[in-house]
């Protein structure tokens, strides 16, 4: 079954909020086996509409449609599929029971407006909304399935979990759709294209490989579809294995992993603490930590030194390193590194110094460049690394590079298998 996504509202369109809907809904249909070949965003005009509903379906299974069904003059999603329709609006009593519910319960009127939430088209099937007034609507055309949902994403997910999925799954049953993504760093994606050009060539037929590159990191999705999904699965996983017996150094996670999340189910894993020493990357490296949940566990703290003063009398960088090497120097971040894993107390620690620009680089260290160190008790090791001119996408990148010399040390001293 095939599927087209319509996310209705000019909010979109003029860039007032990001559309989270699609990504999400067309998640949720990939996970039962939908393909969705289309995600499209109109303004709330009853033209585009249904113009855009008259081409969709002749081509999809599935449309589903958000936004626009508030009780606001500018909402006219519902007059719009009235008229597509060819039909009249409709009180739907058990939204109306709900909705003089929650009104009472909260001691407030209903208003007019509010009663039109309850309103619908007389020729779909209300799908009842527990979290909020306006309720989804299902609509059969021939053979083509239309599901409008509110723009709401906590209520249309509630809506879709509750009654959308679960219906389409029963007519869906024999098609799976797999998706695994795999995510590596330190190659560009022409080289690790290239590093794979052999295992690309002798990929099964029914395994689609797609690369998607991003500052972070390289994903690697592979995709495959059938009617068995135990067999799809084994499929996929063999050429996961390949995977891992190629690149091992440069693949460090799947699917919703992140750096971070690796990097803390290893400390994990073996007992260790972490401590992080940041110049240059300005406290990111610590956020990308602590956004993982129970970071707490490995993670005892950081220390920002931008400046040289906070380097010597805190972190115990010596002058003479400063004055002999500047701050952005090998000599440098080892300290920094080395003193902060002193004064945390931990078993691991990161450090960093660099110029991430748009100002501040010379002929000897441009813009881009940055040191980064990893300490333990059994070796400090340090790279130095050229990034790039754009400020913000260094700041990102050396701190992921900094987290994968982590990772790497932590594999290589604990003899963890890659991947």
Not at 28 to 57: A, C, F, K, P, W
Not at 264 to 292: D, F
Not at 379 to 392: P, Q, V
Request: proline share 4%; hydrophobic share 40%.
């Amino acid at each position: 079954m095939n599927a087209a996504i319509i996310i209705i509202g000019q909010e979109i369109l003029i860039g007032q909020i990001v559309d989270t809907n699609s990504f999400w809904i067309a998640s949720q249909l990939n996970s039962i086996g939908i393909n969705v070949q289309r995600i499209i965003s109109i303004s709330d005009s009853e033209d585009d509409i249904i113009n855009t509903l008259n081409q969709s379906i002749k081509e999809y299974d599935i449309i589903i449609t958000t936004g626009g069904l508030g009780p606001t003059s500018d909402d006219i999603t519902k007059l719009s599929l009235c008229k597509f329709f060819g039909c009249k609006l409709v009180v739907h009593k058990q939204t109306l029971q709900k909705i003089e519910q929650i009104f009472s319960s909260r001691g407030l009127p209903v208003t007019e407006l509010n009663l039109k939430q309850a309103e619908v088209p007389e020729s779909c099937e209300p799908l009842l909304n527990g979290l909020g007034t306006a309720p989804g609507m299902w609509f059969k055309v021939n053979n083509c399935n239309i599901i409008s949902l509110p723009g709401v994403p906590f209520e249309m997910m509630a809506i879709m979990q509750e009654h959308v999925l679960p219906r389409i799954l029963q007519t869906n049953k024999k098609h799976y759709i797999v998706h695994r993504t795999i995510h590596t760093f330190g190659l560009p994606e022409s080289f690790l294209a290239e590093k794979l050009s052999r295992w690309e060539q002798e990929l099964p037929s029914s395994i689609q490989v797609a690369y998607l590159p991003s500052p972070i990191s390289i994903r690697i999705r592979l995709s495959s579809t059938g009617n068995n999904k135990s067999i799809i699965e084994t499929l996929v996983q063999d050429q996961i294995e390949k995977l891992k017996a190629i690149i091992p150094e440069y693949l460090f996670g799947y699917n919703d992993d992140t750096m971070a999340s690796v990097i803390g189910h290893l400390l994990r894993q073996n007992k260790s603490t972490l401590s992080v020493a940041e110049s240059c990357t300005g406290g990111k490296i610590s956020n990308l930590i602590s956004e993982v949940p129970g970071a707490s566990d490995y993670f005892t703290g950081s220390i920002i030194a931008y400046s040289n003063t906070i380097k010597q009398n805190v972190l115990g960088v010596e002058e003479n390193s400063l004055v002999k090497h500047g701050a952005v120097s090998q000599q440098v971040v080892k300290a920094m590194a080395q003193g902060v894993r002193k004064i945390m107390g931990t078993d691991y620690s990161i450090a960093t110094s660099g110029i991430a620009g748009p100002e501040g680089g010379t002929t000897k260290k441009p813009i881009g460049t940055i040191w980064i160190a990893v300490s333990s008790p059994q070796k400090t090791i340090c790279k130095k690394f050229s990034l790039g001119m754009d400020r913000e996408r260094n700041i990102l990148r050396g701190s992921i590079t900094a987290l994968n010399m982590l990772r790497l040390q932590i594999m290589n001293e604990h003899k963890v298998k890659h991947g």
